[in-house]
């Protein structure tokens, strides 16, 4: 069944607890996210990594120091050891998010800013782009940023990353619940789904499965921290 989580980072309240949150990753995402200069991106990577390490421990029953990830041969991440347990992540701004499920699953969050709309003319569909210039100016930018996480969420689904032009498929909204795909690519029997996660963002799942969850579970960095901390085991390096 499908599941869909967020976290929200108050990074200002929430700061002094990322530094409980480090010991609780492995030692190759410690130095990742340490390595980034500003504070908002070391934040949101680290509550990505801890919000599915907290998933996982629940959802299979087993301790963070158990917990090993891979990667495919295009580079998404994957359980190891879990062979039924899919997940995708995804953060911007104020926003991370987490989408799991037994079968292939992806998820897109983007928080919605100024962008010159000419690049949907080059990565964007002809549909698309006639769909975009459609829509009155103000609803332009919001329509782009539909479009925009709904074509990384399938992206993300298939698991074949960039190798897969963004034009080689078309996504038409209909509604949050009415998304038309069309498309020759072999990845083709897949389903879409919108979530109003905050008037300032636009959040887009793609799965295999038409039945989506009605509402996403909230978590916040105590419900992450306190499951780890009575875990009592670090992660393994």
Known sequence: ????YSLKIDGEADGRKFDSLLQYVDKEKQTSVKAFYRVEDYQRALGAATLIRSIAMDKLGISNC????????YGKPLFKGFPDFH??????????VCAIDNEQIG????????IDLSIAD???SKQEVQDIHSKSKDEQLPYFYDIWTLKESYIKAWGKGLSIPLDSFSLRVHSYESIELETNNSFRECFFQQYNIDN???LSV??????FPERII?????????????NHLKAGS
């Open 107 to 114: 998820i897109d969050v983007e928080k919605i800013s100024s």
């Open 1 to 4: 069944m499908i599941e869909i």
């Open 206 to 211: 793609c799965s295999l499965k038409s039945e």
């Open 87 to 96: 997940f995708n992540l995804s953060h911007s701004g104020e926003w991370v």
């Open 122 to 124: 080059r990565f964007f």
């Open 218 to 230: 909230r978590k916040s960095i105590d419900d992450i921290l306190s499951l780890l901390e009575n």
């Open 66 to 73: 158990e917990i090993q990830f891979g990667k495919n041969e």
């Open 200 to 202: 300032e963002y636009k």
